[in-house]
């Protein structure tokens, strides 16, 4: 078990949200690329039907609790009214060049109930200044700032790697930003990160999920990795998109439910966020395919989960024990561990009964912000739960009678694409 760090308040407030929308948006959704090197037109950006409203209130019907927006991908292509580079929705025919995307997406998140947070590469394939560490970082800096201050609060700012490794940015600049005008962000695994990537971009985390690291992965082309010069409560988010791409392309398809089923209980069900990705079309929609499929998915989570019976838990010496009103079926359980001084629980074994030769029904390590288990149907009125690790204590046990026994898995093989960016 890692060194014991307690978390800040807003790192706890950001894993109960759990669950957040990715917009993937920009020159490459035009032109059918994932990679492009700064050159393609700014004035082929055109989403004449974006209506941000219709995001905002698809996140909210799926269930996600914060939107974040590639305001600049890797291209340097910006999707708001800056002043530090032409090649930007102002030179864009979109509302003759006075559009502003993030404007929109960050007012309609407002008005969803919905946080909102910016993806703003640090990897810029278009301005001249990158060649200069050192000038690119102010540069970096101005149009972070302009973020900053004229959005509202931010819920996350996520400094991708992609592209990076080996460069030196000025990050005491860089995050002197962020402690300015947005303090309350959680910032993605770059600079001084509050949070970090899980490692891949399939949406999985694996037992256990450690909250408490040393260093953080960079991207998924390099080996390497981000130095934290000691232990750090980050708590992984795990990105994915619906599709095998981040940018919207007319010949691919969403994820079949039984596939976003098995994401869901690899993240959430693991204690870690889920970041899942839904990429507009070049007119600025979600591809209606892409809604129906997070209908489906939506319908098929809330009927497994939409009727929870909860428990009431107790410690009894090194156990807890978690007692139902009344003998219960169930095939799921969720477990909560209490972060607020730290993760603890190091693993843990989940008895049915108080016989103390009764089964094991299910146990593994991990806890954290919420464990979900599958195991055969079984009637229960009292579990015990052993729990390791010093101070462990649950928070919550509740049981779930969802028609499953096992734990989906993705499709044999699959794996998110990771061609290495264009040279």
């Not at 870690?272 to 209606?288: K, S």
Request: proline share 7%; net charge negative.
């Amino acid at each position: 078990m890692p060194e014991i760090v307690a978390p800040a308040p807003g790192q706890l407030a950001w894993q109960r949200a759990g669950f957040g929308l990715f917009v993937h948006f920009g020159l490459n959704t035009v032109h059918g690329r994932e990679w492009s090197d700064g050159t393609l037109p700014a004035d082929s950006f055109d989403p004449v039907d974006l209506e941000a409203a219709a995001w905002a209130r698809t996140a909210v019907d799926v269930g996600a609790r914060y939107l974040i927006l590639t305001a600049k991908h890797h291209d340097g292509f910006c999707l708001w009214q800056t002043a530090t580079t032409d090649y930007s929705v102002a030179s864009s025919p979109w509302k003759k060049g006075r559009g502003d995307v993030v404007a929109e997406v960050a007012r309609a998140c407002r008005e969803a109930g919905i946080g909102f947070g910016i993806y703003l590469s640090p990897w810029d394939r278009n301005a001249d200044c990158y060649d200069d560490p050192q000038a690119y970082s102010e540069f970096y800096a101005r149009q972070l700032t302009e973020l900053c201050t004229r959005y509202g609060p931010l819920v996350e700012i996520w400094f991708d790697g992609a592209g990076s490794d080996g460069y030196v940015y000025d990050w005491e600049r860089i995050i002197s930003v962020i402690d300015e005008h947005q303090p309350d962000a959680m910032v993605f695994n770059m600079g001084r990160p509050t949070i970090r990537w899980v490692g891949n971009e399939n949406g999985l985390a694996a037992d256990p999920v450690e909250y408490v690291v040393d260093r953080t992965h960079l991207s998924n082309y390099t080996a390497e990795s981000i130095d934290m010069g000691g232990a750090a409560y980050l708590p992984p988010e795990c990105d994915v998109s619906i599709r095998r791409g981040w940018f919207w392309h007319p010949d691919d398809e969403p994820k079949t439910v039984d596939h976003l089923m098995a994401i869901m209980y690899g993240s959430i069900g693991m204690g870690a966020n889920l970041l899942l990705n839904v990429p507009p079309t070049p007119r600025g929609v979600f591809d209606p395919g892409d809604v129906q499929r997070l209908a489906e998915w939506r319908a098929e989570w809330d009927r497994r989960f939409d009727s929870p019976i909860e428990a009431q838990v107790e410690r009894d010496g090194a156990e807890w024990r978690a007692r139902f009103a009344q003998p219960t079926r169930i095939d799921h359980l969720r477990l909560r561990e209490d972060l607020a001084a730290g993760q603890r629980i190091s693993a843990h074994e989940v008895v049915a009964g108080g016989d103390a030769d009764a089964d094991v029904i299910t146990e593994g390590l991990t806890v954290g912000q919420g464990r979900i288990h599958a195991f055969p149907a079984r009637e229960v009125t009292e579990l015990r739960i052993r729990v390791h690790g010093e101070g462990a204590t649950l928070s919550e046990v509740t049981g779930f009678l969802a028609g499953h026994e096992t734990i989906p898995q993705p499709p044999e093989g699959y794996e998110a694409p990771t061609d290495a960016p264009l040279a």
